[in-house]
């Protein structure tokens, strides 16, 4: 196998408290660590040095693709591997990427991301080939993902389709980066977000993810307002565009679980389960609609099929869920819907599995003894 060299790169700025847990996690994976710091006035810079990482120092520009593509540019490894400094490596090892890496029919890989404790893992593009037409795009939201695209097309040229080239040139990965995040850091990320968002929407106003990464962060700041108006703007540009992929359906989720329960939150649920009906949030909000209207009937043949999902085994390669809704809140939603058709036995057993779930909640625990109760015996649940 041919040896080929790997460095991970990360941007960072009074990243002190978090750093040394990142980059403990990279080194055994990477040849180098380079770390471009943006103005640290803690010990962030020491920190890195300590631990063995090259540390270079630029201003911030405003603007995330410039930083991580300066980043890059002081690397020395054949391969990138772009990390953030409160993410971690939790699986993987050095010889099966090595292994990965030698593939020259690659350019790219996606690894899985988890984005918060609570939710699924999704895929990201991270790993890339050190290569000057390889570069992040994007004020806020920056990706390569952009520029790989364009080299599957120079590779398709001339053929039928463009499809199998990315297939070809981006493999999936099987290593695991985790995000952590306290409610304080984000809330802090959010207010240096908005003007970063507001500049990009100024450079580009049809994107619609900036759009709903703008509601993200006015709701993340208190303004729900202002929150709704961009996710609305952001489905108004999905509906012109008329596409149907899978982030396009985020500023509906978004807005269905902020809105009350309306006539116009029912048709949006409607047009958003239509546009798409493999949107796992999309299904238990519909579920729950029908749990509260006590449509018992047609909610639980949904909420059978949310409990059957291993959220970690059958992750969804393009978004994260809330893991809850695979799990203790689809339990809820069953045995609620075993409450209403008498079903005691059975609804205890699903309070049961709700309680495991979530073992702090007293509610499920009284709600599951009076079921038994009712029940006057035991009963197992079908169809998991």
């Given at each position: 196998m041919t040896d080929v060299s790997c460095s991970a790169v990360l941007i960072a700025r009074n990243e002190e408290a978090i750093i040394e847990g990142c980059l403990r996690s990279v080194r055994d994976l990477a040849d180098e660590i380079v770390v471009l710091d943006t103005g640290s006035t803690d010990q962030t810079r020491d920190r890195a040095r300590n631990l063995g990482a090259r540390v270079v120092e630029s201003d911030w520009r405003d603007d995330?693709?410039?930083?991580?593509?300066e980043a890059v540019s002081h690397a020395r490894g054949q391969w990138i591997l772009s990390i953030d400094a409160d993410e971690r490596i939790m699986r993987g090892d050095r010889e099966g990427l090595r292994l990965l890496l030698s593939d020259a029919s690659r350019v790219a890989y996606r690894l899985w991301l988890r984005p918060d404790a609570a939710f699924t893992p999704f895929r990201h593009c991270r790993l890339f080939r050190n290569h000057r037409d390889i570069r992040f795009e994007g004020r806020i939201r920056e990706s390569v993902v952009p520029s790989l695209r364009r080299l599957a097309d120079q590779q398709a040229s001339g053929h039928a389709s463009n499809r199998s080239s990315f297939d070809v040139l981006v493999g999936d990965c099987d290593a695991w980066i985790e995000h952590h995040d306290e409610p304080a850091v984000r809330h802090r990320k959010h207010g240096r977000d908005l003007p970063l968002l507001r500049q990009a929407i100024q450079d580009d106003d049809e994107n619609a993810l900036y759009w709903t990464d703008l509601g993200r962060a006015l709701a993340g700041v208190g303004d729900s307002g202002g929150a709704l108006t961009a996710w609305q703007r952001a489905i108004e540009l999905v509906r012109r565009r008329g596409s149907g992929r899978p982030t396009d359906s985020l500023p509906y989720t978004d807005v269905l679980q902020?809105?009350?329960?309306?006539?116009?939150?029912?048709?949006?649920?409607?047009?958003?389960?239509?546009?798409?009906?493999?949107?796992?949030?999309?299904?238990?909000?519909?579920?729950?609609?029908?749990?509260?209207?006590?449509?018992?009937e047609v909610a639980e043949p949904l909420l059978r099929g949310l409990a059957s999902i291993d959220g970690e085994r059958d992750a969804c390669p393009d978004l994260a869920y809330d893991r809850r809704i695979f799990a203790e809140f689809?339990?809820?939603?069953?045995?609620?819907?075993?409450?209403?058709?008498?079903?005691?036995?059975?609804?205890?057993?699903w309070y049961g599995l709700a309680e495991a779930a979530q073992p702090?909640?007293?509610?499920?625990?009284?709600?599951?003894?009076?079921?038994?109760?009712?029940?006057?015996?035991?009963?197992?649940?079908?169809?998991l």
């Open positions: 995330f693709a410039k930083a991580r593509n902020h809105r009350t329960d309306d006539g116009q939150r029912r048709a949006l649920l409607d047009e958003a389960s239509a546009r798409f009906p493999q949107n796992h949030l999309l299904v238990w909000l519909r579920a729950e609609s029908l749990v509260a209207e006590r449509r018992f689809a339990y809820l939603g069953l045995a609620t819907c075993c409450v209403g058709a008498g079903r005691w036995a059975e609804a205890a057993e702090s909640s007293l509610e499920y625990r009284a709600k599951r003894t009076l079921s038994l109760r009712r029940a006057g015996g035991g009963g197992r649940p079908a169809g």
